[in-house]
């Protein structure tokens, strides 16, 4: 069982906006600005789209952004495209022992 | 353009060493910008942070606590790349093992701050069986 919680799969229409929620507790997500959130194709190692709970790396389309509400945080994927289907991870620093949690994944359709 | 490239056996027998290693090129190993990560994944297991290591006026390595006494952690600067060994295997290790760079936060700490994986390498499949 992951460290953070992530809905199993979401799926919406290309165009639409969707959001994947991960959630946590004080002593990671909320405690800390180190979320990131992390895109894999299947066969692919993950990529970052997300950095520090809401920045977006270069390169990364403006169509992603992150946002946290106490120890919960969101990934948004607005304007849905079929190249957006794909695993989606968010992990967090964590002041326990094992220094990263990652989430357990959300599975992203694009109807 | 960092890169990085992991190697591995593909297939470690039950109890045996496993010896993973990552090239990196377009960074230094030693570099006080980053800290470089082993990570794996596996479909019962998720994804795993594993280890580090980085350099900051010395070598730092940190481990994940419940796999602390079965793993290290090496960075070798003539080659520009770093290792792992996993002692011990089980079943339970067989994963994607992928490395990773996490740079550092300007003006802070890389272990208070290199826990963004901007750079990961394609990964190596990992069997434990006999």
């Known amino acids: 069982q992951s460290a953070l919680t992530q809905p199993a799969s979401v799926s919406g229409s290309p165009g639409q906006s969707i959001t994947i929620s991960c959630t946590g507790t004080s002593g990671d997500v909320g405690g800390f600005n180190y979320v990131s959130w992390f895109q894999q194709h299947p066969g692919k190692a993950p990529q970052l789209i997300i950095s520090d709970v809401s920045q977006r790396p270069s390169g990364i389309s403006d169509r992603f952004s992150g946002s946290r509400s106490g120890n919960t945080a969101s990934l948004t994927i607005s304007g849905l495209q079929t190249g957006d289907e794909a695993d989606y991870y968010c992990?967090?620093?964590?002041?326990?022992?094992?220094?990263?949690?990652f989430g357990g994944g959300t599975k992203v359709t694009v109807l | 353009q960092v890169r990085l490239q992991e190697s591995g056996p593909g297939l470690v027998r039950p109890s045996q060493t496993l010896s993973l290693t990552c090239d990196i090129s377009?960074?230094?190993?030693?570099?006080?910008?980053?800290?470089w990560i082993w990570i794996r994944q596996s479909p019962s297991r998720g994804l795993e942070w594993l280890a580090r290591?980085?350099?900051?006026?010395?070598?730092?390595?940190d481990y994940a606590l419940s796999m602390k006494s079965r793993m290290s952690i090496k960075a070798d600067t003539s080659k520009n790349q770093f290792s792992l060994q996993l002692n011990s295997v089980t079943p339970e290790d067989t994963a994607v093992y992928y490395c990773a760079r996490a740079g550092r936060q300007t003006g802070k700490s890389c272990y208070s701050s290199c826990y963004t994986f901007d750079y990961w390498g394609q990964g190596t499949a990992v069997t434990v069986s006999s």
């Open positions: 377009g960074d230094s190993v030693s570099s006080n910008s980053a800290a």
């Open positions: 290591t980085y350099y900051g006026s010395q070598w730092y390595h």
């Open positions: 992990s967090s620093y964590t002041s326990s022992t094992t220094f990263v949690v």
